[in-house]
């Protein structure tokens, strides 16, 4: 299984132009870049609430208004009304809800201290997950992402281009994904980095649900799916 990983970490490396077209930047293992070209933990924050069940075009232009007003930091943030950040963020989805739930995480990261503060804290992902609006996917995000703490995002796109480059069945939760994903890559940030940005920019363009794209996705070589064959489920090979 490691030899498989290793191929899939050498193709992804050879990704950066693919991650790009898609709203990856990559570059030095620590830059808040690699999220969508944010500028600034903070926004890696706000950004990573703003795009759930949203469109990355529709954040990115909701980014450039808030930097625009001034409304691109958590402490900023914090200081606003969530009705009026409701209006600033129009385009959004669920934009009320989330302006509300925005706010009040930017208010509580304030009063400890803020994301520095919080990088330290023992409970990072437990704080997190007690945030409303915040799941386990979006804390593994800010903790990657904004915190530069290894703690990989399991999305959609993981389970399902794992799923079919390892020969891996799709029962497994949230938790026995990560924790098995993380037991196989190695402890670098950067490799977390690219592994989640990779996968999420094939799960969207190639290893689509239903007539997946094979022939023209990058890992045609390496994924097992897409030459024909079938390995056992995680549990199976435990057993």
């Known amino acids: 299984m490691n030899g498989v990983i290793d191929k899939l970490i050498k193709v992804f490396k050879g990704m950066r132009s693919e991650l790009e077209s898609v709203g990856w930047f990559p570059g030095d293992a620590e ?6 070209g944010a500028e600034s933990p ?12 949203t469109r990355w075009d529709v954040v990115h232009t909701v980014l450039n208004r808030l930097r625009q007003m001034g409304l691109n930091g958590l402490e900023s943030v914090a200081n606003t009304e969530p009705g009026y950040l409701a209006g600033v963020i129009k385009g959004v989805n669920y934009r009320f809800t989330k302006a509300v739930r925005l706010v009040r995480l930017a208010r509580n990261i304030t009063m ?39 703690s990989m995002p399991i999305s959609q796109y993981t389970r399902r281009v794992l799923g079919r480059a390892l020969g891996i069945k799709l029962s497994e939760g949230y938790e026995e994904w990560k924790g098995f994903l993380e037991g196989l890559l190695p402890r670098d940030l950067y490799v977390y980095k690219l592994v989640h940005a990779s996968i999420v920019t094939i799960g969207k363009k190639y290893c689509l649900p239903s ?29």
């Not at 830059?31 to 969508?36: P, R, Y």
């Not at 926004?43 to 990573?48: N, P």
Request: glycine fraction near 8%; proline fraction near 5%.
């Open 42 to 53: 903070d926004e890696v924050v706000i950004t990573a609430i703003l795009v759930q069940q």
């Open 211 to 239: 007539n997946p794209l094979c022939s023209k996705c990058p890992l045609r070589e390496a994924c097992l799916y897409a030459k024909g064959r079938e390995l056992p489920s995680i549990q199976q090979r435990r057993d």
């Open 112 to 150: 400890i201290g803020g994301l520095e503060t919080l990088r330290h804290k023992p409970s990072v992902r437990e704080f997190l997950l007690g945030q409303e609006g915040v799941g386990k996917e979006t804390a593994d995000s800010i903790m990657l992402f904004a915190l530069n703490m290894l």
């Open 31 to 36: 830059s808040t870049k690699w999220w969508g």
